[in-house]
C-alpha cells in the first residue's frame, strides 16, 4: 500500500515536470500572468470586503448614537 502510493507519487511528479518543461516562453509569460492577476483579483476582493465591512460598523455606530 504505501509503495503504491510513492509510486503514484513519483509518477506524478514527473508528468507535472514534462508538462511544465514543455511550456514555451510565451506559455510561461501567460500562465505567470494568469497567476498574477489571479492574486491581484483575491486580495482586490479581500481589500474591498474589508473596507465594506468597517464602512458598515461606522454606519451602525452612527445609527444607534441617534
Known amino acids: 500500500m504505501r509503495m503504491e502510493k510513492l509510486t503514484n507519487v ?15 516562453l510565451y506559455e510561461w509569460g501567460f500562465v505567470i500572468g494568469m497567476a498574477f492577476s489571479m ?8 481589500m474591498t470586503r474589508r473596507e465594506q465591512r468597517k464602512r458598515t460598523q461606522l454606519f451602525e455606530e452612527l445609527v444607534s448614537s441617534c
Open 10 to 24: 513519483t509518477y506524478g511528479t514527473a508528468g507535472l515536470t514534462a508538462f511544465f518543461a514543455s511550456l514555451s
Open 39 to 46: 492574486l491581484l483579483g483575491l486580495a482586490t476582493y479581500f
